[in-house]
């Protein structure tokens, strides 16, 4: 299968700086990636879909002055959370599709990289 | 915005035995649909892909269903390990990507 990383894997900030995400696909390339949050004992969500050469599209109820993604090229994706809280404490997840080419094809497979935790004091 | 729903949302068996997840999404116009496992504190990990024209795919003791037009698909996993233990979840994917709620297995020694 294709490989995704994320870069850290574990981050520990205080409350009111930045943290920056990276996720990167290091055997193919993806015109889209998407960004989940995960809070304990709770599935996946949904926070944002990355598109490389455009703007992100976030979900409804997600801050975009907050939540700042930039997909810098076709392997890299990055989130950048602002003025962190605790809130905002969670463990941050991306994944890209591979497979058809489109977004669109039921041959893409979506895989995922291995996680963010982040906290926030 | 399609809702993903999967039942149970735990469930705890003898080492051997076989047993069916089930996942319902209220969307069928999916392109396709992949089981992932994740464990504690992990990524994801992809099990199997449905492809939405597919009725079914099997990977070892894996076997997942995809009945579109009813928006169900369920998962059967054959003489079930503790290893398998973790949490699975099913993601159709339409125009976004969505995840059910996950069913949570322990497998007993």
């Known amino acids: 299968g294709a490989v995704v990383s994320q870069h850290p894997s574990w981050v520990i900030c205080k409350s009111g700086t930045s943290v920056k995400i990276e996720c990167r696909s290091l055997?193919?390339?993806?015109?889209?990636m998407f960004w989940y949050r995960q809070f304990p004992k709770q599935s996946l969500m949904l926070m944002a879909t990355?598109?490389?050469?455009?703007?992100?599209?976030?979900e409804q109820g997600v801050e975009k002055d907050k939540f700042l993604i930039n997909h810098a090229s076709l392997t890299l994706s990055t989130l950048t959370v602002t003025s962190a809280h605790p809130e905002d404490s969670s463990f941050y997840i991306c994944?890209?599709?591979?497979?058809?080419?489109?977004?669109?094809?039921?041959?893409?497979?979506?895989?995922f990289g291995p996680g963010t935790r982040l906290t926030v004091l | 915005k399609q809702e993903v729903t999967q039942i149970p949302a735990a469930l705890s068996v003898p080492e051997g035995e076989n047993l069916v997840l089930n996942c319902s999404f209220t969307?069928?116009?999916?392109?396709?649909l992949q089981w992932f496992r994740q464990d504690p504190g992990k990524g994801l990990t992809s099990l199997l892909l449905?492809?939405?024209?597919?009725r079914e795919q099997t990977s070892g003791r894996l076997n997942a269903s995809l009945d579109k037009s009813s928006g169900r698909s369920t998962l059967y996993i054959a003489a079930s390990q503790p290893g398998d233990s973790a949490t699975y979840l099913c993601?159709?994917?339409?125009?976004?990507?969505?995840f059910g709620t996950g069913t949570s297995l322990t497998v007993i020694p």
């Open positions: 993601a159709p994917t339409g125009n976004q990507f969505y």
């Open positions: 990355s598109n490389e050469g455009s703007k992100a599209t976030y």
């Open positions: 994944s890209a599709p591979k497979g058809g080419g489109r977004v669109e094809s039921s041959y893409n497979e979506q895989f």
């Open positions: 055997d193919f390339q993806a015109t889209t």
């Open positions: 969307d069928s116009a999916i392109y396709n």
């Open positions: 449905i492809q939405s024209s597919q």
